[in-house]
């Protein structure tokens, strides 16, 4: 094709500058719109959490089924429209797992009348060395079995993969040398649309414990030397956690939660159906939206051929 007869593209200054100034008004328009909406998003949360929602770390975004207490199949994906409360265990170190079940006992006393509250114990023995008739008569000894509690039986290592990738109990193995389990000290709050709820480690007993130990041997030490303001220097240092409540780190982590969980219950949606339609819009609305924008694009390529065939004859 010789393009040496080609007519030079036509250039109208005028024309690409009004195309520019069009496209910037939008750009900026719809950066507006974004940065608006972003902050007005961040502004909610922040009240929130100043109200006593915890912040949002993930969602349970893949699911997966396992056997129940009564044997039965159920899956993750059954704690939407419900409150959750979920923590690892080993029926072979139930000492190592005492402190989160205290605090569990506390909820299901104070959530008892509300059925929108349920505990889910994981058991981080195989099913196939552990089975579920082993597993009930020892969380009924240790008063862990009321209506409220349910049971996860584990089939290896998938599920523990599940726990540490979509559940964040990060800490999560075994030691090398004994084999005994690190059981997570920890609670995972999980929302009725699935969403986790507290930082990683927010409701990580182990750290509050280590704290509280600390607190108390600098506030011996202090008071040995002779220091009469012990508790309140170290209350400041510790962020007010010392002095609240019954005065231990613990009993304050146990507060937060529940503050976390009250919210929910006044603020939350549990309606089951609604959740899982809310999911299923979200999740084909970018597809949806792509879709309007190629068809848009398709029509506006459309005229200007159009236009310029007009043009032509």
């Not at 770390?57 to 044997?71: A, H, M, P, Q």
């Not at 080993?90 to 005492?98: A, F």
């Not at 007993?205 to 220091?227: M, T, V």
């Not at 949606?269 to 970018?286: G, L, Q």
Request: glycine share 4%; net charge positive.
């Amino acid at each position: 094709m010789d393009v040496s007869k080609l007519e030079p593209a036509e250039n109208n200054p005028k024309k690409n500058a009004i195309t520019m100034i069009v496209l910037l008004v939008v750009a900026f328009t719809a950066g507006g719109i974004i940065i608006n909406n972003y902050m007005a998003t961040r502004k909610r949360q922040a009240e929130e959490v100043a109200a006593g929602r915890s912040p949002e770390i993930g969602e349970l975004v893949k699911n997966y089924s396992y056997k129940n207490r009564e044997n039965k199949n159920a899956s993750f994906f059954d704690c939407t429209g419900q409150v959750t409360l979920m923590a690892c265990f080993s029926i072979h170190q139930m000492e190592d797992s005492k402190v989160v079940f205290d605090t569990l006992k506390q909820f299901e006393e104070r959530y008892k009348d509300n059925d929108k509250v349920k505990i889910l114990l994981l058991s981080m023995d195989s099913e196939a060395d552990v089975p579920m008739s082993q597993v009930i008569p020892v969380l009924e000894k240790h008063d862990l079995a009321g209506e409220k509690f349910d049971v996860v039986a584990s089939n290896g290592e998938q599920f523990l993969a599940y726990l540490k990738n979509q559940v964040k109990f990060i800490y999560l193995s075994k030691h090398k040398k004994d084999g005994k389990w690190i059981v997570p000290q920890q609670i995972r709050i999980v929302a009725p649309d699935l969403q986790l709820r507290g930082k990683e480690d927010e409701y990580d007993f182990s750290k509050y414990l280590k704290i509280e130990a600390k607190a108390k041997e600098e506030i011996a030490q202090r008071i040995a030397d002779g220091d009469s303001n012990a508790k309140a220097v170290l209350d400041e240092k510790y962020e007010g956690n010392i002095n609240k409540l019954d005065g231990t780190i613990v009993e304050h982590a146990r507060a937060v939660m529940v503050n976390s969980v009250d919210w929910m219950l006044a603020n939350e949606k549990f309606d089951k159906v609604k959740i899982d339609a809310s999911k299923k819009e979200n999740i084909y609305k970018p597809y949806l939206f792509l879709f309007g924008g190629f068809i848009l694009f398709l029509i506006v390529l459309g005229l200007k051929v159009k236009r310029k065939a007009l043009v032509k004859k």
